[in-house]
């Protein structure tokens, strides 16, 4: 069982999910999760967080969908071994940017446009 820390606070602006899934993406991006190894059980990581498993199975969906982990069902939420950290380290960056660019009233063309000119 992989030894990353997986925190959720209700108080934050930003839906439980993608805070399970942003502490599994800065697990692997930081090499605190290695390629192979297993996520806690939705049922008992939901369980620890006092949060629903369908919350952490969104969370984890995620991830799966962002080609990060494997889930499989009866065998648990692996990351893949094509992961590789740096990817996972750009994706978590990506994330807050977007997130910041929310708060500042940024629609997508706009971003876009900013990333482009930082190019």
Known sequence: MTAVLIRVDPARPIPLADQIAASVRRGIADGAVAAGERLPPARELAASLDVSIH??????????????????????ATVRATTRP??????????????EARRHGLGDEELVDLVRTAL
């Open 86 to 99: 740096g990817h996972a380290a750009v994706l978590e960056l990506a994330r807050g940017l977007v997130d």
């Open 55 to 76: 919350t952490v199975l969104a969370g984890y969906q995620k991830l799966r969908d962002e080609g990060l982990i494997e889930l499989r069902r009866g065998r648990g």
